[in-house]
């Protein structure tokens, strides 16, 4: 059975950091494609960052350089680095694992899916 679990978020001042993590038991983390989403109540679920492959990278374009997401695949674990962070990235973040190899932030493209962490930015 996969598991994803997220690490507790936080709430931050903006311009404010912090760091979100992805623990995965029943899903090895190797080159298949993993992706932090994130959604606001009543909107879209949209993707944030993905990683693929051994060190590739794709971000939204709402990230502009503040976000980094790495993998440590001996611990399983998926990270986001999140710095310069802004009141509209308040939001909850979910981490999501797929089968394929290939970089995407596409919700359907993902079969496996944490509970979700809340994120929360004050001015």
């Known amino acids: 059975q996969v598991q994803l679990v997220e690490s507790v978020g936080g709430s931050v001042q903006d311009g404010g950091s912090l760091r979100l993590s992805c623990k995965t038991s029943?899903?090895?983390?190797?080159?298949?494609?993993m992706t932090w989403f994130r959604q606001a109540p009543g909107k879209p679920r949209e993707g944030v960052a993905s990683t693929a492959m051994i060190r590739a990278t794709a971000y939204a374009d709402f990230v502009q350089g503040r976000f980094t997401i790495s993998k440590d695949r001996a611990k399983n674990t998926l990270y986001l680095q999140m710095s310069n962070l802004k009141v509209a990235d308040t939001d909850m973040y979910y981490c999501?694992?797929?089968?394929?190899?290939?970089?995407?932030?596409?919700?359907?493209?993902?079969?496996?899916w944490g509970k979700g962490t809340q994120v929360t930015v004050s001015s």
């Open positions: 999501a694992a797929g089968l394929e190899y290939e970089l995407s932030l596409r919700e359907n493209e993902y079969v496996y």
């Open positions: 029943g899903y090895q983390i190797n080159s298949r494609a």
